[in-house]
């Protein structure tokens, strides 16, 4: 509630400063502590443009009314609160989006325990065969990546060659596909790695036991961790974080 | 026509009941940071030890509420705690 007033105080200040077409202007440094007071509360993108339209409307005052230096000296003590807002601007936008990612990754964790204890679990041995079922379709979707980023990576040299000719088009397009694809692909590789974890999970939660998930030997071998591997599905994706 | 009444009176009961939980929660902010921390230990305990689906959805209901309440009364760095430490405490699930 206190910054939807804040905000709306900054927009009023400097909306009402425009309203007219002009500010009234009285000394450079007078009117760079009235922005200098309006930047220190920036938080977000139309507050921060709010000001730096008053800013210039301020400046092209200085400018009608006393030339070109008074409007050089308005802007040089103006530039640095303005700068110091956006990077203000930009922490706030940051936090935001990591608590957005928090927020979500939260809600994730919720969904896939309240999936675990609705799921209907059959025995380990047709669950473990859904496992892996998932596991080979995993492999061929991993697969599939590979190939599409090859060509993607073709098409985007083709397109940086091609640019200014007619071709360039349907390469982007073509290149936004082949991105689109890859990118639907790892969505399903997401779901999948999630639908392990929830019949992992789902024995774990309903039964309090352990589901044994056979590994790959090859994968074991890989990772050098075969004795872990049997309760850590993911035990190659962990040596691959690695 | 009773049905219709009965419907309007659950509805009605229900709403309140929910409205009195999310008011039953006041939080200190003079202790916001270490009611971050001990809230989320408390609540995620009780979604990861829940016995049965009924107490796990009555300790995610909990933990919503607190949610709530940490983002509307308190908000900022005590808020953002919460809910990385909901994170770290349920991704070991």
């Not at chain 1, 206190?2 to 400097?14: C, T, W």
């Not at chain 1, 007071?37 to 400046?59: C, F, G």
């Not at chain 1, 669950?127 to 190939?147: F, G, H, P, S, Y």
Request: charged share 30%.
């Amino acid at each position: 509630m206190k910054k939807i007033f804040r905000y709306l105080a900054v927009v009023a200040i400097a909306a009402a400063a425009s309203a007219c077409g002009h500010v009234t202007i009285t000394t450079p440094a007078k009117d760079a502590h009235h922005i200098e007071s309006l930047a220190q509360t920036i938080e977000t993108e139309a507050e921060l443009r709010a000001v730096e339209k008053l800013a210039s409307e301020y400046e092209a005052a200085y400018r009608q009314a006393y030339g070109g230096a008074m409007a050089m000296k308005f802007k040089s003590l103006v530039e640095p609160m303005l700068i110091s807002a956006g990077e203000r601007r930009d922490e706030f936008r940051a936090a935001e989006e990591w608590l957005a990612q928090q927020q979500a990754t939260l809600a994730k964790h919720i969904n896939i325990m309240e999936r675990a204890w609705c799921l209907e679990i059959t025995t380990p041995d047709q669950d473990i065969a859904k496992i892996e079922a998932n596991n080979q379709e995993r492999t061929v979707l991993e697969a599939n990546i590979e190939t599409l980023t090859a060509v993607k990576d073709e098409c985007s040299m083709r397109y940086f060659n091609a640019l200014d000719t007619p071709e360039a088009e349907t390469l982007r397009e073509e290149f936004a596909k082949v991105n689109s694809d890859i990118e639907s692909a790892e969505q399903e590789i997401d779901a999948l790695n999630i639908d392990n974890e929830v019949i992992v999970l789902a024995y774990k939660l309903q039964r309090g036991e352990e589901l044994i998930v056979a590994c790959d030997e090859e994968c074991c071998t890989e990772c050098g961790d075969a004795a872990e591997c049997g309760d850590i599905m993911e035990c190659c994706d962990d040596e691959d974080e690695e | 026509m009773k049905k219709i009444v009965l419907t309007i009176t659950s509805v009605v009961a229900l709403t309140a009941c929910g409205a009195g939980d999310d008011r039953a929660i006041i939080l200190d902010e003079q202790n916001a940071l270490n009611l971050a921390y001990d809230k989320s230990y408390e609540l995620c305990e009780k979604i990861t030890q829940a016995a049965n689906y009924e107490e796990f959805k009555s300790a995610c209901a909990l933990l919503g509420a607190y949610d709530e309440a940490f983002r509307t009364q308190i908000g900022g760095e005590p808020y953002l705690i919460f809910i990385e430490e909901c994170n770290a405490l349920l991704s070991d699930k």
